[in-house]
């Protein structure tokens, strides 16, 4: 049934106490979100409206993904259900994602990756960024270069380059992700990579590495001796 209450529930299986005994780990995605929400709507407890929710977004992803709109659409939620989501959503790509305010020092492809994935994972669209550094490899600034399809994005070295040259940047990463979540470079993907190699070469800017984000894993054109 739908309509008991969580407080009916006996107490040693109510999410908080739950929580606060066990940790966060043994709770079902549904039990976490309805601490979040913290109430149901009138026939529909926190949980179950929590199970709904998460089912008609798609699972987890597509709620990450959902806008506040969509959020604060769904019967029982509303304007401060939604936005409690949506900001705890936030925080938890902002654990993964360090603020610039920090100093980033940048020594592999496995700390792009990590700087990156929980951003970059789920997008249905090739998003490419390029993170510009100094001489020792600490970020200066992150710059969204282009949005593509599916199928591709189009990234245009002049524009890229000026960006960078600005920032008077020594080194360069860029990076993207394969919406199909696998990280294999295409033929676009090399042809990129030796266009924008040459092009820095010219100016006299270091391309350090190229890296494609998947959910199945990460390709370094760095490690695979392709730069």
């Known amino acids: 049934m739908d309509d008991f209450k969580i407080s ?34 009138p026939g529909l407890n926190a949980i179950t409206l929590s199970k709904k929710l998460i ?32 900001a705890s959503l936030e925080l938890a790509k902002r654990l993964y994602s360090p603020a610039l305010e920090e100093k980033i020092v940048i020594q592999s492809p496995a700390d792009v990756n990590r700087f990156f994935y929980s951003e970059m994972c789920f997008l249905d669209k090739e ?27 189009l990234v245009h070295p002049r524009e890229l380059f000026k960006v960078v040259i600005r920032s ?15 990280p294999s470079p295409s033929d676009e993907d090399l042809n990129l990579t030796r266009r924008l190699k040459e092009g820095a070469l010219l100016l006299g800017i270091k391309l350090l590495d190229h890296v ?16």
């Open 127 to 153: 998003h490419f960024k390029v993170i510009i550094l100094n001489v020792k490899n600490v970020v200066i600034k992150v710059v969204d270069i282009a949005i593509g399809s599916l199928s591709g994005a």
């Open 212 to 227: 494609i984000i998947g959910r199945e894993g990460f390709f370094s054109f760095k490690e695979n001796g392709l730069i």
């Open 8 to 41: 009916e529930l006996p107490f040693e299986l109510r999410p908080r106490e739950k929580i606060r005994r066990f940790g966060p780990e043994i709770l079902t995605t549904s039990e976490l979100l309805a601490i979040v929400i913290g109430s149901g709507r």
């Open 168 to 182: 008077n940047g020594c080194h360069i990463i860029i990076a993207h992700n394969h919406p199909s979540g696998d």
């Open 55 to 86: 089912e008609k977004m798609g699972g987890l992803k597509g709620l990450a993904q959902a806008s506040l709109e969509e959020i604060e659409n769904f019967k029982g939620l509303g304007p401060a259900k939604a936005a409690k989501i949506v």
